[in-house]
Nanobody, 117 residues
């Protein structure tokens, strides 16, 4: 089992920035991908960004060049730096831990990000 706790959401104006953080309850050293997904009202959950144990990253097309994901295996955390935020980035953001070998996913409770003037 892995518990994930997100923090850092909130209200920000267009063009602003936020930094989301996710803390895992166990070591994230290897064999996993950690990431962020988001879900806006009436839409399906979509990948924002994820980072594998070895450091490989993937980003959703809509956030490339604006968002950066990073992980700290010593602290069991993953962070998402979000710059140049747009109203369409408004959503609940969920932290995800994907255990590669057993193909199992764990989710945080979600944190609201609202981009509005």
């Amino acid at each position: 089992q892995v518990q994930l706790v997100e923090s850092g959401g909130g209200l920000v104006q267009p063009g602003g920035f936020l930094r989301l953080s996710c803390a895992a309850s166990r070591s994230i050293f290897g064999g996993n991908a950690m990431g962020w997904y988001r879900q806006a009202p009436g839409k399906e959950r979509e990948l924002v960004a994820r980072i594998f144990s070895g450091g490989t990253t993937e980003y959703g097309d809509s956030v490339k060049g604006r968002f950066t994901i990073s992980r700290d295996n010593a602290k069991n955390t993953v962070e998402l730096q979000m710059n140049s935020l747009k109203p369409e980035d408004t959503a609940v953001y969920y932290c995800n831990y994907h255990a590669v070998m057993i193909m199992k996913d764990y989710w945080g409770q979600g944190t609201q990000v609202t981009v509005s003037s």
